[in-house]
């Protein structure tokens, strides 16, 4: 598989697929085959007839809601550029409220997640398991002086970015339950978990009210991202005072302003303008391709978990002549590599010289290359663990 549907790795090693994974030959042949083919036309143009267009992007965001085992009776898919954008949708509707939102986030946050404390009213990052249980226990951690009025977002990723290590997706229904969290929602960035992980939305009671993801994680291509909505929660985002073109029936602009906004389905309220039309046909075709390749993301779980275990294996047991580590890896003290449960495909890790000074990436780099072994690195995108891991002894 590896020489017929990703030739492009032939003699390479590549170590960023939590920034992007690689799209199959496959992938892109059967797009590129289907877009000589096909007429796309704007999915707005007659509302009366649906085209092709507007066929296929119903049907494939049935396709995903397939994908993440979610009942199109409690779910709906917002098709959004990336998890970045879905978690800015999210923030807009939750400033629109009229006394603004609060705002609790966990520490190891995307850095797309941090930036919504910007626009609440009072935040908190939940930075050690102690103080989360304290919170989810119902204790006060933000000011009360008009809090009954506004909402409160929780939002905490799947995966860590950081070091990989999995949160507890039944926070979101411990929220749920707590009589003291009554108007608390929570948002699940899980773009870091699901190109290596399933992520079952089938019992809509439990699960998050929100999920932010990337599809290009997953697939490869094509560069999308999506919000997934519980329905019964849809209706504290209808307080966003931005509409574009395709969520309104009709405005008026002479005399006093007002908009009548299209209330038929979650997505149709906030897909602003003409949405991905040829990304959103390559991502059907990128989910069933995803499937003839792998078969269900339990076998894409099991194999990768494999991987990371082994890769971490190796690398921490390779030393210096003076018997000094080669590699410095960080991971959460309660993580462990083969518990897909705790630990995720992700390895973190310093490469340090045999007086323990610290190697550059840079320095990785060339000396994968002096050796014919070109090789791609990650950046960290999480603020919270960088700072963390600077000031750690």
Not at 139 to 163: D, I
Request: aromatic share 10%; glycine share 6%; net charge positive.
């Amino acid at each position: 598989m590896r020489q017929t549907e990703y030739p492009l790795l032939d003699n390479k090693t590549y170590l960023d697929h939590g920034g992007t994974t690689l799209s199959s030959k496959s992938l892109i042949d059967t797009f590129c085959t289907q877009m000589k083919s096909s007429i796309l036309s704007n999915p707005h143009s007659d509302v009366s007839r649906p085209s092709f267009s507007a066929r296929m992007i119903e049907q494939t965001r049935q396709k995903v809601l397939t994908f993440f085992n979610a009942d199109p009776d409690h779910w709906d898919v917002v098709f959004t550029a990336n998890a970045t954008a879905a978690i800015k949708l999210v923030m807009e509707c939750f400033a629109g409220h009229g006394q603004g939102f609060d705002y609790i986030y966990h520490s190891n946050a995307h850095t797309s997640l941090v930036g919504v404390r910007e626009q609440s009213q009072h935040s908190r990052c939940l930075s050690i398991v102690e103080e989360t249980e304290y919170w989810l226990s119902g204790g006060k951690l933000l000011p009360e002086t008009e809090a009954a009025t506004r909402p409160l977002l929780f939002a905490f990723p799947a995966q860590s970015n950081m070091n990989g290590e999995r949160l507890p997706l039944w926070w979101a229904s411990r929220v749920r339950k707590c009589s003291r969290l009554r108007d608390t929602y929570s948002l699940l960035d899980a773009a870091a978990l699901v190109p290596t992980s399933p992520l079952n939305l089938g019992d809509h009671t439990a699960a998050p009210d929100f999920v932010a993801l990337s599809f290009y994680k997953i697939f490869g291509f094509p560069d999308l991202g999506a919000l997934v909505v519980r329905k019964s929660s849809a209706q504290v985002l209808r307080r966003r005072k931005y509409f574009g073109e395709g969520t309104t029936e009709i405005i008026g602009c002479i005399g006093t302003p007002w908009a009548e906004r299209k209330e038929s389905s979650v997505h149709a309220y906030f897909e602003d303008g003409t949405i991905a039309i040829r990304s959103i046909l390559a991502l059907s075709y990128a989910i069933d391709t995803h499937r003839s390749l792998f078969d269900d993301m339990a076998q894409v779980s099991k194999h990768t978990g494999w991987r990371a275990k082994t890769l971490h294996d190796r690398l921490a047991s390779l030393k210096h002549a003076n018997g000094m580590p080669l590699c410095h890896i960080h991971k959460a003290p309660t993580s462990i590599y083969g518990d897909p449960e705790s630990q995720g495909a992700t390895l973190t890790f310093n490469v340090r010289k045999w007086n323990i000074e610290e190697q550059s990436r840079g320095g990785v780099s060339v000396e994968g290359k002096q050796h014919t072994r070109p090789i791609r690195l990650a950046v960290q995108p999480s603020g919270y663990g960088i700072c963390t891991r600077l000031v750690d002894p």
